[in-house]
């Protein structure tokens, strides 16, 4: 059983920057791991992913080139460095965990159905 718990978030005004957490307790060598977001009135949608083990990392096209997936394996956490914020990228941020591996394609990431685990999330909120 795997407990994700995300941190980070905040307000902060467009173009600056935030590093969001997700802590996973419980098994962290070999998984798929993901953020989504999901803004008011709309549905949860995928950002980025990567393996907990190392290799591809997955973004979407509206945040690529401005967030990047790292990882501590000595602290089991995964973070999401976003900068240059735009009002858009408001919204509360969910880590996710799929133990199957499913999920890690360029193609799949995106499709929540595909992760079991889910933390509670953590709001970011980006003003012009």
């Known amino acids: 059983q795997l407990q994700l718990m995300e941190s980070g978030g905040g307000s902060v005004q467009a173009g600056g920057s935030l590093r969001l957490s997700c802590v996973v307790h419980g098994y962290y060598s070999s998984l798929c791991m993901a953020w989504f977001r999901r803004a008011p009135g709309k549905e949860r949608e995928g950002v980025a992913a990567?393996?907990?083990?190392?290799?591809?990392?997955y973004y979407d096209d509206s945040v690529k080139g401005r967030f990047a997936i790292s990882q501590d394996n000595s602290k089991n956490t995964l973070y999401l460095h976003m900068n240059s914020l735009k009002p858009g990228d408001t919204a509360m941020y969910y880590c996710?965990?799929?133990?199957?591996?499913?999920?890690?394609?360029?193609?799949?990431?995106?499709?929540?159905?595909?992760?079991?685990?889910w933390g509670q999330g953590t709001q970011v909120t980006v003003s012009s």
């Open positions: 996710a965990a799929d133990l199957t591996f499913s999920a890690c394609s360029a193609s799949r990431f995106r499709s929540k159905d595909r992760y079991a685990y």
């Open positions: 990567a393996f907990t083990g190392g290799g591809s990392t």
